[in-house]
C-alpha cells in the first residue's frame, strides 16, 4: 500500500523567517516553499547589463532599481519571489514590519530560461497583474536576440510587443528609455550547448 507524505505548509512569518538564514533563496507559493534554480552565466550578465544600463538612465528621475536580491510579495495570491530586475516609481512600500521584501514594482523584468520560461509568461504573469503600480512586464531570452514586452494601458489593457535581431532597440514605455539590444546582450555568447546551472 503506498502512503502518501503530506507535505508542510509554512505560514509567511516562518517562509520569512528561514529566508533570513538560507543559504539559498526560495519562492514561497501560498504555503509551500520552492528552492529557486541557479542561473547560467548568460543570465547573470543579462541581468548585470540591465541593471547597470538602466540604472544610470534612470539616474536623477524618480525610479529606483532592484535586482534579484531583493524579495517581492504578492498578497492577492501569496507568493513571495525575487525577480530578475524590478524598477519603483518614488518610495518603495514594504510589506509591514520588513525591510526585505517590497509590494509596488511598476516594471518586472525576467530573464527567461529553459526551466522557468512558461512558468514567467503565463502564470507568473497573472499574479504580476495584481499589482495595482504594475503596468510593464519585459522578458528577455537569453539565447537570442529577442525580448517580449507587455505594457498596460489606461483601460487596463495589456499590448504585446516583441523585438528581435541584434540591431533592435527596447523603449521601456513605463520608463520613456531605450535600451539597445547590443547592450542588453553584452558579452553574452549563445551557445546551444550551454546547460544552467543548478543550486
Not at 498578497?75 to 526585505?100: A, H, K, L, N
Request: proline share 4%.
Amino acid at each position: 500500500m503506498l502512503v502518501q507524505t503530506k507535505e508542510k505548509f509554512y505560514t509567511p512569518d516562518e517562509y520569512r523567517e528561514l529566508e533570513e538564514t538560507a543559504e539559498f533563496r526560495n519562492e514561497y507559493r501560498d504555503g509551500e516553499i520552492v528552492k529557486m534554480s541557479g542561473g547560467s552565466i548568460n543570465h547573470s550578465r543579462i541581468i548585470r547589463n540591465l541593471s547597470r544600463v538602466l540604472g544610470n538612465l534612470l539616474e536623477g528621475q524618480p525610479y529606483e532599481l532592484f535586482h534579484n536580491d531583493l524579495r517581492l510579495w504578492i498578497p492577492r495570491y501569496r507568493r513571495g519571489t525575487y525577480p530578475d530586475v524590478m524598477v519603483i516609481e518614488g518610495e518603495p512600500v514594504f510589506t509591514e514590519g520588513r525591510s526585505d521584501e517590497i509590494l509596488n514594482p511598476m516594471l518586472i523584468v525576467e530573464v527567461l530560461s529553459k526551466s522557468t520560461k512558461d512558468f514567467d509568461r503565463e502564470d507568473k504573469f497573472r499574479f504580476y497583474r495584481s499589482i495595482p503600480e504594475f503596468c510593464e512586464y519585459v522578458l528577455v531570452n537569453q539565447s537570442e536576440f529577442l525580448v517580449a514586452q507587455y505594457i498596460k494601458t489606461e483601460s487596463n489593457e495589456w499590448l504585446f510587443r516583441e523585438y528581435e535581431g541584434e540591431t533592435a532597440t527596447v523603449s521601456f514605455a513605463s520608463l520613456g528609455v531605450p535600451m539597445s539590444m547590443s547592450e542588453i546582450y553584452a558579452k553574452v555568447v549563445f551557445e546551444s550547448s550551454e546547460t544552467e546551472v543548478q543550486q
